[in-house]
Each structure stands twice: as C-alpha cells, then as structure tokens.
C-alpha cells in the first residue's frame, strides 16, 4: 500500500508559477511510477505528467509541455511538480498517482490516488 498526499495548491494570479509536492508512504517509493493528473470543473480527469522511477524518463501532456516539470526525489519520497506561467485554464484540483507506466493510458498504470489539492489561477 502507498498513501500520497499533495501539498501546495492555491490562489495564483495568471503568469505566476506554483510547486506541487507529493509525499509518498512506505519505503518502496522507487519502485513505482509517478503521475500528476488533474480535474478541472466540470470536465474528466486528465493526464498531465509521469515520472519513471528513477527519474530518468519523463513524459507531459502537450498542453503542459514547457510550462510545468515533474520530478522526484526518491530519499524523500516525494514528487514534484513545477508549474510556471500558470493561466486560468490551468485551474483544476491536481492528483498525484503511484503505479507503473502505461504508454497507452497512464491513468490506467497507477495503482494509487491522493486526494487532490486545489489550484486557483485568477486573471
């Protein structure tokens, strides 16, 4: 079993960059892939960007790329995600999510969901 709680959402105005965090439980962190997802209101869930787990592969969403990173500190159990030049599309509650990669469908690869943390981008 692996929990994960995400941390760092808020209210940023357009342009502003936030840091999403995701602290893992247990001490097999490296052995899974790590994805961060995202729900905006009124819309499905979507993938955003996936980690492999030693960090050497990564993989966005044309709609992120070159705008946001993920990556991973495997001592500290912990994935991030960086989000710069952040607009009002960009408002959503973000998951993070543990599991294996699925070139096909990422969401499909994870195993385990945290409950989400709330980013507000204001025009």
């Known amino acids: 079993q692996v929990q994960l709680v995400e941390s760092g959402g808020g209210l940023v105005q357009a342009g502003g960059s936030l840091r999403l965090s995701c602290a893992a439980s247990g001490r097999t962190f490296s052995s899974y892939a790590m994805g961060w997802f995202r729900q905006a209101p009124g819309k499905e869930r979507e993938f955003v960007a996936t980690?492999?787990?030693?960090?050497?592969?990564?993989y966005y969403a044309d709609s992120v790329k070159g705008r946001f990173t993920i990556s991973r500190d495997n001592a500290k159990n912990t994935v991030y995600l960086q989000m710069n030049s952040l607009s009002p599309e960009h408002t959503a509650v973000y998951y993070c999510a543990a599991g294996t990669l699925r070139y096909d469908d990422y969401a499909r690869g994870m195993a385990y969901w945290g409950k989400g943390t709330l980013v507000t981008v204001s025009s």
């Open positions: 980690i492999s787990r030693f960090g050497a592969g990564t």
